[in-house]
């Protein structure tokens, strides 16, 4: 791809790096020392055996978390207190991707957070060793097959294309043009009824100042091929509903891309006595999550309409609204269920005249605070405190029809955690199943392989002669 001039990006892009990365289809030297590149002050990051090779790095290193199927080997490591991704790459595409993901971080877009990149690397014979992408765990995070391993509503797979597009068009709004879009290159995260999902792999992107209509379309086809494929491989191994379609899933990746690209984009037209409608506009961009920050209006040629288009739009607007009321940084569609207790909670205690500044505090105080505190020790690793609130209201509402009254709160969640909560736990085996699978699809490290001794002496193989004269 031709390189861009960045002064005409955004701002926020000219200073998201050091880092500039040379084209990943060049060879360039390895640095002749270890050199780390990092966007943390974590001391510990010096301590890591970067002389091994990452698939053989010690298991008291290692977190065992469900891994999504990679090109290249990737492990979670304690670093610290924290947990990092690391994957083992060329330095040139390591380079590469800590580069964009440190943009798209800028630009506040929903992908990985890039902590370093490591290059340098050389292994005690003084053999060079691949780079190392360090990225943080997106914490309550899972890859999609993980997802799949456990009982979840028959709508799952629906459910995530829709946050699925939701991301498209989001990195497409900010120039981003993906390149191999998938669901194994997304982390998905719960958000009340509904997922948001993250960029993991930036790999085959590049941030650009617009994209055009081709290449978004481009995006959007190479995203519903992909997606077909991947859902008729969970079919086959029964981890979707047997009248799953997987072709009608796919198309509606298309659909639903499409119906937001055009409510974010699309130039209303309207007659000078029709400006409320402008108003009804800007609330539907509200209701799927996006606030408007600069209109575009001006007067047809003809004088008679008004054309008007949104100019910025930013995702978040619950979030942001919760944010600035309670403190609390959580997903959209959470934030909109807990400004709604809120609501419910400031009715009930006959306090609508009263600042809601000051009932979110006493709603945080007497409502939000006590119910998370409930979560089990063993589940605070699980579910997200504002996940568990959600899912808890739920669990109370259903149990209130079934018993035909109101039931408490703490009766509620006390139900929720027994016969509910365990969901969340990931079978052992069934997380050993998935890690092994995501292994079996790294194709460029020889230290993948199991290294123990199986009998094979190449001095007795006639063919070992042939090779070796080549």
């Not at 900010?174 to 879009?181: I, K, L, N, P, R």
């Amino acid at each position: 791809m031709e390189s861009l001039e960045l002064p005409q990006m955004d701002p926020r892009v000219l200073k998201a790096t050091s880092v500039k990365a040379d084209d990943p289809a060049t060879q360039s030297p390895e640095p002749s020392a270890l050199k780390i590149t990092a966007a943390s002050s974590n001391p510990k990051m010096f301590t890591l055996p970067w002389e091994k090779p990452l698939a053989t790095w010690p298991e008291d290193l290692l977190v065992n978390l469900p891994r999504g199927i990679s090109r290249h080997v990737v492990r979670f490591v304690h670093v610290g207190d924290e947990v990092y991704a690391m994957k083992e790459i060329t330095r040139n595409v390591a380079e590469r991707e800590y580069e964009l993901l440190r943009r798209l971080q800028k630009l506040e877009l929903p992908t990985v957070q890039p902590i370093a990149v490591v290059t340098g690397r050389h292994n005690e014979e003084g053999e060079p060793l691949e780079a190392i992408l360090v990225t943080k765990h997106l914490k309550f995070s899972l890859p999609y097959r993980a997802l799949f391993a456990r009982n979840l509503r028959p709508d799952t797979a629906e459910r995530l294309i829709d946050a699925l597009a939701v991301l498209m068009v989001r990195l497409h709004l900010a120039g981003f043009y993906w390149g191999d879009v998938s669901l194994s290159n997304v982390l998905f995260l719960r958000d009340a009824d509904a997922f948001s999902a993250f960029l993991v792999d930036a790999e085959t992107g590049d941030l650009q100042i617009n994209l055009t209509e081709g290449q978004r379309e481009y995006d959007v086809d190479l995203a519903r091929t992909n997606i077909i494929g991947e859902l008729m491989d969970l079919a086959s191994g029964a981890l979707l509903p047997s009248n799953t379609d997987e072709i009608e899933i796919g198309n509606r990746l298309v659909e639903r891309y499409h119906s937001l690209w055009s409510a974010l984009t699309d130039t209303d037209k309207f007659s000078p006595d029709e400006m409320w409608k402008i108003e009804k506009r800007v609330n539907k961009l509200n209701d799927l999550g996006f606030d408007v920050d600069e209109l575009e209006m001006k007067t047809a040629e003809d004088g008679k309409r008004v054309l008007v288009r949104p100019r910025v739009v930013d995702a978040g607007y619950a979030n942001r609204k919760l944010l600035r009321l309670t403190g609390l940084d959580v997903q959209e569609n959470q934030a909109r269920r807990l400004l709604n207790d809120l609501d419910a909670y400031r009715t009930s205690t006959w306090r609508d005249g009263e600042d809601l500044e000051i009932v979110a505090t006493d709603w945080m105080r007497e409502v939000f605070e006590p119910t998370v505190r409930m979560i089990p020790r063993e589940y605070r690793s699980q579910i997200e405190p504002a996940q568990f609130f959600h899912e808890v209201l739920d669990h109370r509402w259903f149990l209130a029809e079934k018993a035909g009254h109101d039931v408490p709160m703490a009766e509620a969640v006390k139900s929720y955690v027994e016969n509910v909560l365990p969901q969340y736990k990931l079978d052992q085996r069934d997380l050993d199943a998935l890690n092994a699978e995501a292994d079996s699809g790294v194709i460029d490290d020889e230290y993948t392989y199991n290294d123990t001794d199986d009998g094979y002496n190449p001095d007795d193989d006639p063919d070992a002669a042939v090779w070796a004269s080549r």
